[in-house]
């Protein structure tokens, strides 16, 4: 009989090791990516309307796109577009590109804006045109902690709660389940060798 609870306990002991191991992977691919997409925004910049899309609208390199237009609506295709994303309170480099002209349409791309870290960035659009002042309009962006970039107005999902959550809380949460686990198990192994080890004294 004492073979038998020592065999069972045995493997039971190896199926709580597999379990920690499992956590512990688990909690190194924390946090969860978000996925690539694109993402839609629009500024004014004085007297011109600038509607444009951010992907894969995460941390790494990305690309801007953007459609430039007088207020009437007429395409710009002349102008000089600058983007520059700035890390609010630091921690980060600025990433500043010129944009270059795709067509007469006034729509303008510009690729290799690389941004390194979580938290707070401004985007800010600059436009030159010969014979006008610079127009210039800014937009907040935030890096969230599933590295995917968001404006200030973007209102969050379903899913996108359940993934905050699980970066916010999962490594936590996973190791008090393995402790809740560990503990479990060893007073359940306790219970059956104690009898086993009393009736050797």
Not at 98 to 109: I, K, Q, S
Not at 127 to 153: C, M, V
Not at 157 to 182: C, D, H, K, M, P
Request: hydrophobic share 50%; no cysteine.
């Amino acid at each position: 009989m004492a073979r038998a609870i020592t065999r069972r306990l045995g493997l039971e002991a190896a199926v709580v090791a597999l379990a920690l191991v499992g956590v512990a992977l688990m909690i190194r691919m924390l946090p969860l990516p978000a996925g690539d997409r694109s993402a839609g925004w629009s500024v004014q910049a004085g007297e011109f309307q600038v509607a444009g899309t951010l992907w894969p609208a995460r941390l790494g390199l990305n690309r801007v796109e953007l459609a430039l237009t007088e207020a009437a609506g007429q395409p710009v295709a002349d102008a000089e577009v600058e983007v520059a994303f700035v890390p609010v309170g630091g921690g980060a480099v600025i990433s500043r590109r010129l944009l270059t002209r795709v067509d007469a349409a006034g729509r303008y791309h510009g690729t290799g804006f690389a941004l390194s870290r979580a938290g707070p960035w401004q985007m800010l659009v600059t436009i030159r045109r010969a014979g006008q002042p610079n127009a210039y309009a800014s937009l907040d962006w935030e890096a969230g902690l599933d590295q995917a970039l968001r404006t200030a107005g973007d209102h969050p999902t379903f899913e996108r709660n359940v993934l905050n959550w699980i970066n916010q809380y999962g490594a936590t949460a996973l190791s008090l389940l393995a402790g809740a686990g560990v503990l479990v198990w060893g007073r359940r192994a306790w219970g059956a060798l104690r009898p086993l080890w009393g009736r050797g004294g």
